[in-house]
């Protein structure tokens, strides 16, 4: 879904729908991949907007749960997301392998 201003793109944000398999409880889960806004239209509420707006296409399709991961370093992110209801479900971990 996109934001615009005056025919402009100034943000967007990005998902799908994934079925996992049968051994899961809860199978249609929302995946949320990106929300951008630029930066000259950030704390206006863009954001806010454009994750109601995919939250809402979700439950059009009557998924499970809503998936997002966001990097430990974006605090403001993090504090977003816990305010949409998100909460904390898993820790990814990742280490350089020299070649």
Do not use: C, H
Request: charge should be positive; hydrophobic fraction near 40%.
């Amino acid at each position: 879904f996109l934001a615009e201003n005056k025919g402009v793109i100034i943000g967007y944000v990005m998902g799908w729908i994934q079925i996992r398999s049968p051994i899961y409880s809860r199978r249609r889960i929302g995946y949320l991949s990106n929300i951008y806004v630029d930066t000259n239209f950030r704390s206006s509420g863009i954001g806010k907007q454009l994750y109601f707006v995919i939250e809402k296409w979700f439950k059009k399709r009557n998924v499970d749960f809503v998936e997002v991961k966001a990097n430990i370093k974006n605090s403001d992110a993090i504090k977003k997301f816990r305010n949409y209801g998100f909460k904390d479900l898993n820790i990814t971990f990742y280490k350089k392998v020299k070649k």
